[in-house]
C-alpha cells in the first residue's frame, strides 16, 4: 500500500538522506519535499528524481498545515546554523540590535519552528509518525550547569512539546543522530577553525 512521506527541509543533508534511502527502499511510497525555495538548483534535481517539491516555511504555520495534508509519516528537523547566520539574529547582532549570546534568539527561533510543526502534524488525521531529529537537553541533564548549549537544548525542548500535543503523543519519535561526517569537512569553515602544524626539536606535531 502506498503511504505519503513528508520531509522537511529537504535540500540540505538530512532530507536528501532520507528521500534517498526511501527512493531506494520504498518505491512505491510518494515523497514530498519541503522547501523555502522550490527554484533553488537542490530543489529543482529533487524534483526531477520524482519528488513532490512544496514551498513552506517553519516561521509559517499555515504553510506548514497546507504542505502536510494527508501525510502518513513526517520527517523534521531545523537548523540551527541557518537560524544563527539568518538576518533575524546575525543580521540584528551585527546591526547593533540583538545583543550575545546570539544562541538565546536562535534558540528562541529554533523552539519556535518546532512548535509549529508538531502544531501543523497535530491537524493531519491520517497521520501514523512524525519523526524528530533531535538532541538531548543539556541544561536538563546537567541540571542547571551548562545552559547555553542552545542548539541540544532548542530540539530537546521542541520533542517536548510534540509529546505534550495529545494528538501527538503516541505519534512522535525522536531520533537522536551522531556527529554528521560532514562537520569534519566544513567544520573548519564554518568555526573559522585553522590548521596549525607546530614544529618541534622532535618533528612535527
Avoid at 24 to 37: A, D, F, M, Q
Amino acid at each position: 500500500m502506498s503511504k505519503t512521506l513528508v520531509v522537511v527541509g529537504a535540500t540540505g543533508s538530512q532530507g536528501r538522506a532520507v528521500i534517498n534511502y526511501f527512493q531506494s527502499h520504498e518505491p512505491s511510497w510518494s515523497i514530498r519535499g519541503l522547501t523555502r525555495n522550490p527554484a533553488s538548483d537542490a530543489a529543482v534535481k529533487i524534483a526531477r528524481s520524482g519528488v513532490e517539491v512544496v514551498k513552506a516555511d517553519l516561521n509559517d504555520v499555515a504553510s506548514l498545515t497546507t504542505a502536510f495534508e494527508c501525510a502518513n509519516y513526517i520527517f523534521a528537523y531545523t537548523d540551527f546554523a541557518g537560524i544563527i547566520r539568518s538576518s533575524e539574529v546575525m543580521g540584528k547582532f551585527q546591526a547593533g540590535e540583538l545583543q550575545a549570546p546570539v544562541g538565546a534568539a536562535g534558540y528562541n527561533i529554533e523552539l519556535q519552528q518546532g512548535r509549529n510543526i508538531a502544531d501543523a502534524a497535530s491537524s493531519v488525521l491520517e497521520l501514523e509518525r512524525l519523526v524528530w531529529s533531535a538532541l538531548p537537553g543539556v541544561r536538563r541533564l546537567s541540571k542547571g550547569k551548562y545552559e547555553q548549549v542552545y542548539h541540544f537544548d532548542a530540539k530537546a525542548d521542541a520533542f517536548e512539546y510534540m509529546l505534550s500535543v495529545e494528538a501527538l503523543r503516541e505519534k512522535t519519535s525522536a531520533v537522536h543522530l551522531g556527529a554528521f561526517m560532514t562537520n569534519a569537512i566544513s567544520g573548519l569553515d564554518l568555526f573559522k577553525l585553522q590548521k596549525v602544524i607546530i614544529l618541534t626539536e622532535h618533528g612535527i606535531d
